[in-house]
């Protein structure tokens, strides 16, 4: 079993920057991919950024410039560091990996989300 664990939401004002983690624990040695989704109020959850094992990153457009994803695979952690905030990056960030062991289905996890506000 994998749990997830989100922290370093708040508020911030628009302009500003903001720093999120995701720790990984339980049975992490089949752990790939890893991403961070948001849910903005009243509105679909969204793909941010994704991260490979080997530290390739992809992310959506709406971010891209302003967001940087990263990951230490030695602390079974991921980052994410927003700057730039806008208003309408207000939403639940959560933390999504890929358990993809070498027998066995490939599994995706989630965190509990943390909630990220921007407003003046």
């Known amino acids: 079993q994998v749990q997830l664990v989100e922290s370093g939401g708040g508020l911030v004002r628009p302009g500003g920057s903001l720093s999120l983690s995701c720790t990984v624990s339980?049975?992490?040695?089949?752990?790939?991919?890893m991403a961070w989704y948001r849910q903005p109020p009243g509105k679909q959850r969204e793909l941010v950024a994704t991260?490979?094992?080997?530290?390739?990153?992809n992310y959506a457009d709406s971010v891209k410039g302003r967001f940087t994803l990263t990951r230490d695979n030695a602390k079974n952690t991921m980052y994410l560091q927003m700057n730039s905030l806008k208003p309408e990056g207000t939403a639940v960030y959560y933390c999504?990996?890929?358990?993809?062991?070498?027998?066995?289905?490939?599994?995706?996890?989630w965190g509990q989300g943390t909630q990220v506000t921007v407003s003046s």
């Open positions: 339980g049975s992490t040695s089949a752990i790939t991919t």
């Open positions: 991260v490979t094992t080997g530290g390739n990153t």
């Open positions: 999504n990996v890929l358990e993809r062991p070498l027998y066995g289905r490939s599994t995706l996890y």
